[in-house]
């Protein structure tokens, strides 16, 4: 299907513009049995405050991001459908420079709209859920750039410039009041086309119920801005209470804005991914999904989560209910078009006849619609501020900081990150925890960008000057740094956990392995750069039993000495769920954020160097033959900086992996 340029934007199914224009013609009292109609849910999620296609990182254009083109399929979607309704996952204003600017570097005022908001409510939307993210800048921000009255201790009671549509979230509570933070549903009266049952068209109006769901999980992640303050309830108990109440107060249907992914574990009221058991409570009409920046439907998809029992990946179904996952980014606008019959009484949801898809801004001949000049410059002045804010000069590297070969042992970007950490630890034991000044020192980072959003979600930081923008390019997140207590044996542990982003290989196997478990996110690959510590990861082992020959300064690691690990507040307070690490080990949770600690490092090294910032290994596969190729896949024609990170077993199969992404086919000879 081809796109074309968005025209000025008409929301065809809000009440209030319809009766305003004074042209709609008149509601039907009430639709006759066996009407029809189509309703098409559109989704985005994830959008983390891309609203143009740009890199604040690179400093440069991306054409495979950004609201500014997901506003092109948006427009599409309303001149193919005649009924729709626009909403949005969560996640949705932190995860880029112009988030953070907005928040931290250049508060917003109370009565400005943020940048993404204000792109959002150009485009219409009916509604929102909140994601994990939301909430990384605190309570009191999150209810400011809301509009929301969240009435929680320690957060002004005011009301600020909102998007103006509705903010839904159900199973988070206040402890102040006891009651939902956000409003938990709303029910949104909409005109839509239909057709009676001899064929004929009129205009009546149909009661969409939207309900809001959050991973429990926030009051680890964000223990910082939430202990106390807020509680949370599980996904399955939190429906089973507002489900029946919005049935009874008109809802005809039901749209669960569920910012999470699907997971078969047996059920917790505190799990990550709990939609796998929301979709098996009923009443739900169509469910939409996010958190794991991934899509779906996508019938190619080796996602774990994708092929469990009852999820249809080429339908997009759980347990039968019609679902969607628009991707990260605005990559991709979900669409679940659901078929409705009138039975006299009310609309239904017809849940075999619903269609499913997932439309991406990347269209077949590899270009990418065009993007909405009238989005982009919304945010104008926001984007520009932003842009000279990251190239403020912090230092300088003569080597090129790079995580396209993070999965096989390159440090380059990591080790910096290590030693930031590990610097300030120490000096902060050093002044205020003498108890544990003879503990030794550890600290442990990831790749946060290994490719999962695609060729160019790598972090690749240039030979050179350093600015902001470098910075945030080898700390994505805006996580602050803990410090926990650990021993040996929890050491060990750690690491085995954090070996689980590798496939068990095979050697007696001729035909191609993949090396990397892609439903093992690259940012839970905890990496030590110590050289005091050493380990092997045997890939040929089951997950649990990788890490061999564990050794402090030589010498096999004692399960009982103990340390101080580096780390940040998601990690320590239980994200990824390592074992161990609850929020119960943690004996400094710094004031400061980890982005801004590298900084802090950065300006005083004043200038990095390979030999000391770039290549230290604590880790290396365990050396064995293997009879056929070990793969992975990353961005083609950089074998260079394989082999300057020293990764002689290494070479590239293959320019284009044949899986139409983008990426070239390399493989690792792990005899070596």
Known sequence: MSYRQPRPFRLIVSVAIAAAAGAAPALAAKPPAGATAELAILETTDLHSAVVGYDYFKLAEDPSMGLDRTASLIAQARRDFPNTLLLDNGDTIQGNALGDYQATVDPLKCGRLLGIYKAMRKLGYDGIGIGNHDFNFGLAYLGQVTGQRLEVEGVPDRRCAGPGFPVVLANVYSVKTRKPLFAPYRILTRR????????????????????????????????????????????????????????????????????????????????????????????????????????????????????????????????????????????????????????????????????????????????????????????????????????????????????????????????????????????????????????????????????????????????????????????????????????????????????????????????????????????????????????????????????????????????????????NNYRASGGGNFPGLDGSRTVLAAPDASRDVLIAYVKEAKRLTRAANGTQRSWRFAKVAIKGPVVFHSAPGKLELARAAGLENVSQLAADDGLGKGFALYAVDLSK
């Open 192 to 567: 839509i086309k239909a057709v009676d049952a001899q064929g004929k068209p009129f205009e009546t109006s149909v009661k969409v119920g939207i309900i809001g769901f959050t991973p429990p999980a926030i009051l680890n992640w964000d223990r910082r801005w939430l202990e106390g303050k807020i509680t949370t309830e599980g996904l399955v108990e939190t429906a089973k209470r507002y489900l029946p109440e919005m049935r009874a107060k008109g809802a005809e249907l039901v749209v669960a804005i569920s910012h999470g992914g699907l997971d078969a574990s047996p059920y917790s009221p505190t799990m990550e991914n709990g939609n796998y058991y929301l979709a098996q409570v009923g009443g739900i009409d169509a469910l939409l999904l996010g958190h794991s920046h991934q899509p779906f439907p996508n019938p190619t998809s080796t996602v774990a989560q994708f092929n469990l029992p009852h999820v249809d990946k080429v339908k997009g179904r759980v347990f039968g209910v019609p679902t969607v996952m628009a991707n990260l980014w605005g990559k991709n606008l979900g669409v679940v078009r659901l078929q409705l019959r009138h039975d006299g009484k009310r609309w239904r949801a017809e849940q075999d006849a619903a269609i499913v898809e997932n439309r991406s801004t990347q269209q077949p001949d590899k270009r990418y619609v065009a993007a909405d000049p009238e989005v982009t410059a919304l945010v104008k002045d926001e984007h520009e501020a932003t842009i000279r804010y990251v190239r403020t000069p912090i230092g300088s590297a003569d080597f090129r900081m790079s995580t396209y070969f993070a999965d096989v042992g390159d440090v380059s970007a990591i080790e910096v990150v290590n030693q930031a950490q590990a610097d300030y630890a120490q000096r902060y034991v050093a002044a205020n925890l003498p108890q544990y000044a003879q503990l030794p020192v550890l600290s442990v980072s990831a790749p946060f960008k290994s490719g999962s959003a695609g060729v160019l979600d790598y972090t690749d930081v240039a030979a050179g000057d350093l600015a902001l923008n470098n910075a945030a390019d080898l700390y994505l997140y805006p996580n602050a740094l803990a410090l926990v207590k650990v021993d040996g044996a929890g050491l060990k542990a750690w690491l085995e956990k954090a070996a689980s982003r590798f496939n068990t290989i095979d050697p007696s196997k001729t035909a191609p392995q993949e090396l990397v478990n892609t439903g093992f996110a690259g940012y839970n690959f905890d990496t030590v750069t110590s050289p005091a510590l050493r380990y092997e990861i045997d890939v040929t082992q089951p997950p649990g039993q990788r890490i061999v020959d564990l050794r402090l300064h030589g010498k096999p690691l004692p399960a009982g000495q103990e340390f101080l690990v580096a780390t």
